[in-house]
């Protein structure tokens, strides 16, 4: 290897690891982060350990069921296949009505699958966690001119379209998606679910929604990833096609 060569590879490793650092210095230099960490940085170490989950080496991914108002928390070592899931999450207040999220100001919390890509440490709600809506196949499927967006997972327990966590949960939510960020998972993947996509769940919602065919084949598309990350435990790679369905 040239020097040159040699030099080039060291600044991008170096300038990577930096920024990794860099991350969560920052993050740390919010007062609520900080408190987070004195408050549960030891329970998170040790449902981490209990789990044999290194701290260094954390990935993430949230599930949640807005009908049963559950946030489910799947972590994995960064070598491992399979996530596992480490914790479950009340979620305090709901807004809307089954069904995705297709315009601004519908009150509606999006159903699909999305990323966690944005981190408030000064949120007006605590600490808050951003949601990629609207996504590309939301942007395929509604015809409304203003989407909206801003969805949230944050704290206190007030809505409008968002998933509030009250300021206590979201303090040990956060600081997992913080730490997976700082190591390397810039992208958390996050599954929105209208319900368990159960036979049962499936059959007595299709009874209640019988009048909306379109609703009904949209939920369907989305049990088909509902049910392959059930069966896998493992990161989806959804892509979407021209009309808007969810493939993997």
Not at 172 to 184: F, R, T, V, W
Not at 189 to 216: G, H, K, S, T, V
């Given at each position: 290897?040239?020097?040159?060569?040699?030099?080039?590879?060291?600044?991008?490793?170096?300038?990577?690891?930096?920024?990794?650092?860099?991350?969560?210095?920052?993050?740390?230099?919010?007062?609520?982060?900080?408190?987070?960490?004195?408050?549960?940085?030891?329970?998170?170490?040790?449902?981490?350990?209990?789990?044999?989950?290194?701290?260094?080496?954390?990935?993430?991914?949230?599930?949640?069921?807005?009908?049963?108002?559950?946030?489910?928390?799947?972590?994995?070592?960064?070598?491992?296949?399979?996530?596992?899931?480490?914790?479950?999450?009340?979620?305090?207040?709901?807004?809307?009505?089954?069904?995705?999220?297709?315009?601004?100001?519908?009150?509606?919390?999006?159903?699909?699958?999305?990323?966690?890509?944005?981190?408030?440490?000064?949120?007006?709600?605590?600490?808050?966690?951003?949601?990629?809506?609207?996504?590309?196949?939301?942007?395929?499927?509604?015809?409304?001119?203003?989407?909206?967006?801003?969805?949230?997972?944050?704290?206190?327990?007030?809505?409008?379209?968002?998933?509030?966590?009250?300021?206590?949960?979201?303090?040990?939510?956060?600081?997992?998606?913080?730490?997976?960020?700082?190591?390397?998972?810039?992208?958390?993947?996050?599954?929105?679910?209208?319900?368990?996509?159960?036979?049962?769940?499936?059959?007595?919602?299709?009874?209640?929604?019988?009048?909306?065919?379109?609703?009904?084949?949209?939920?369907?598309?989305?049990?088909t990833g509902h049910d392959l990350f059930l069966q896998t435990r493992?990161?989806?790679?959804?892509?979407?096609?021209s009309n808007g369905k969810y493939?993997?």
């Open positions: 290897m040239s020097r040159n060569l040699f030099f080039l590879v060291f600044l991008v490793v170096f300038s990577s690891a930096t920024a990794r650092k860099d991350f969560l210095s920052e993050q740390k230099k919010y007062p609520r982060v900080r408190q987070a960490f004195q408050e549960k940085g030891d329970f998170i170490s040790g449902v981490l350990g209990t789990n044999q989950i290194q701290e260094n080496a954390l990935q993430i991914l949230l599930v949640a069921y807005k009908n049963e108002q559950i946030l489910e928390l799947y972590a994995k070592n960064k070598t491992d296949q399979t996530y596992t899931k480490i914790a479950n999450y009340r979620v305090c207040e709901q807004s809307g009505e089954l069904g995705p999220k297709s315009e601004e100001g519908d009150g509606q919390v999006p159903e699909g699958f999305y990323y966690i890509d944005r981190y408030n440490p000064a949120s007006t709600y605590y600490l808050s966690l951003g949601v990629n809506y609207p996504n590309q196949a939301d942007r395929i499927r509604s015809k409304a001119k203003r989407l909206g967006g801003d969805i949230f997972v944050h704290g206190q327990c007030v809505t409008i379209g968002c998933l509030p966590m009250t300021d206590e949960k979201i303090k040990e939510i956060y600081l997992y998606a913080i730490q997976a960020c700082q190591n390397g998972q810039k992208l958390i993947p996050m599954y929105i679910f209208p319900f368990r996509m159960n036979q049962n769940n499936m059959q007595r919602f299709a009874e209640e929604y019988a009048d909306q065919p379109e609703l009904l084949a949209f939920w369907k598309n989305l049990k493992q990161e989806l790679r959804p892509r979407v096609a493939y993997f």
